[in-house]
């Protein structure tokens, strides 16, 4: 059975939900961050919060580059 496009299905999943989901973490950070504290993108993008969605995205970004390793 060929397994590149069960794989490449996933990737693409994994990058769409992973960027989705940061989006939308990124938008309640900037909520919660009040006005008196510092607000900075690098303080955005370094947050706890987002390693989840890294590792989804790092985990389709794999999947993407074996599925072409295959072909």
């Not at 299905?9 to 950070?29: D, P, S, W, Y």
Request: cysteine-free; glycine content about 8%; charged content about 20%.
């Amino acid at each position: 059975m060929n397994m590149e496009p069960i794989l490449s299905f996933t990737a693409v999943a994994l990058l769409v939900i992973g960027l989705i989901g940061q989006g939308f973490e990124l938008r309640k950070i900037k909520a919660s961050i009040t006005k008196d504290e510092d607000f900075t993108s690098k303080n955005m993008f370094t947050n706890k919060r987002n390693l989840k969605w890294y590792v989804i995205i790092g985990a389709g970004l794999v999947l993407l580059y074996a599925g072409r390793q295959f072909s």
